[in-house]
């Protein structure tokens, strides 16, 4: 009898013989989960990428202008962002401050800052001064009057797996990129488009931008 049971045991260990669908059922999940688990997180880094990279470029562009601007030169930027993200127009926008500081510049948490002008398209609203509250630490020191523009882009990113185990809700990537007038002193804001008024300029003239 034992030698009956220590040759079965031997056999036994010695056995490589079997299904693979057994190892398929717990391989396959797992295999699943690593590719679509890969495929998000790397999806998700591309895009929150994509929105800095259309930042900094419309960040630049802004910097470099010498003569005023107005909603029409906004909503062109807006245009830049969405073409260098592939981004859907009810899925973003874009705002545009320039602020400047007014007293106690070096100190950066008693200084006063204020918003020469704020815009956004697309559904974001204006800043007012009640928003350094949530913007001051964005905010990095300047001297007393001068001037900075912070941009701020918004892009709503959708996972390609919503619904898989390693997958996360739908979120908006929000960027906020500061910079400094490069070639003049500030960026003024011209008033005279305004699109709450039906598309008319202040002379009376229709709009007849696209």
């Known amino acids: 009898m034992f030698s009956f049971i220590s040759r079965f045991c031997k056999e036994f260990r010695s056995e490589q013989s079997g299904s693979l669908s057994v190892e398929a059922v717990f391989a396959f999940p797992m295999?699943?989960?690593?590719?679509?688990?890969?495929?998000?997180?790397?999806?998700?880094?591309?895009?929150?990428?994509?929105?800095?990279?259309?930042?900094?470029?419309?960040?630049?562009?802004l910097s470099r202008e010498t003569n005023s601007i107005d909603y029409n030169y906004i909503s062109g930027l807006y245009k830049v962002y969405r073409y260098m993200t592939n981004a859907d127009a009810e899925d973003s926008w874009i705002r545009v401050s320039?602020?400047?500081?007014?007293?106690?510049?070096?100190?950066?948490?008693?200084?006063?800052?204020?918003?020469?002008w704020s815009r956004g398209v697309n559904g974001a609203r204006d800043l007012t001064d009640q928003d350094f509250a949530f913007y001051a630490d964005?905010?990095?020191?300047?001297?007393?009057?001068?001037?900075?523009?912070?941009?701020?882009?918004?892009?709503?990113y959708k996972p390609p797996f919503a619904n898989a185990l390693v997958?996360?809700?739908?979120?908006?990537?929000?960027?906020?990129?500061?910079?400094r007038p490069r070639f003049a002193p500030q960026i003024v804001w011209d008033p005279s488009y305004d699109p709450s008024d039906g598309g008319t300029h202040a002379d009376g003239s229709e709009d007849t931008s696209t």
């Open 138 to 156: 964005k905010i990095p020191l300047l001297a007393q009057g001068d001037r900075l523009v912070l941009i701020e882009t918004s892009l709503r």
């Open 167 to 179: 997958s996360f809700p739908a979120r908006d990537l929000v960027s906020h990129v500061v910079t």
């Open 31 to 61: 295999l699943l989960w690593a590719a679509t688990g890969t495929y998000t997180f790397f999806d998700a880094y591309k895009a929150q990428n994509a929105t800095y990279r259309a930042n900094y470029t419309i960040s630049d562009m």
């Open 98 to 116: 320039e602020l400047v500081c007014v007293s106690d510049c070096a100190d950066e948490a008693n200084r006063v800052l204020a918003f020469d």
